[in-house]
Nanobody
Framework: QVQLVESGGGSVQAGGSLRLSCAAS????????MGWFRQTPGKEREAVAT????????YYVDAVKGRFTISQDNAKNTVFLQMNNLKVEDTAMYYC?????????????????WGQGTQVTVSS
């Protein structure tokens, strides 16, 4: 069983920055993919960024390219999402996700473990 604990959400004005953290329990496999998804009411949960632990290969949805950076600290089983130049449309609940194996997809069903979510609110 993998447990994920997110932190770092909050409220910020447009143009500001936030850094999200996701700490995974010790019972994780070295061959895994972790990512950040976001969801707003009435919409599907969408992948924002993913990172493959073994190679650090990353994926970003077009809407955040150049503004968000996903990174990892393997020694601490922690993944980060640095969010810069935040926009009002980035407002959402952000979820950390984990799957064993490579980053083979970016839909919700590709990931088997989820954190509880952390709210990010960007005001104009």
């Amino acid at each position: 069983q993998v447990q994920l604990v997110e932190s770092g959400g909050g409220s910020v004005q447009a143009g500001g920055s936030l850094r999200l953290s996701c700490a995974a329990s010790a019972s994780t496999y070295s061959n895994n993919c972790m990512g950040w998804f976001r969801q707003t009411p009435g919409k599907e949960r969408e992948a924002v960024a993913t990172i493959y632990r073994l190679t650090s290969n990353t994926y970003y949805v077009d809407a955040v390219k150049g503004r968000f950076t996903i990174s990892q600290d393997n020694a601490k089983n922690t993944v980060f999402l640095q969010m810069n130049n935040l926009k009002v449309e980035d407002t959402a609940m952000y979820y950390c996700a984990y799957r064993r194996g490579g980053c083979v997809g970016t839909v919700r069903s590709d990931f088997g473990y989820w954190g509880q979510g952390t709210q990010v609110t960007v005001s104009s």
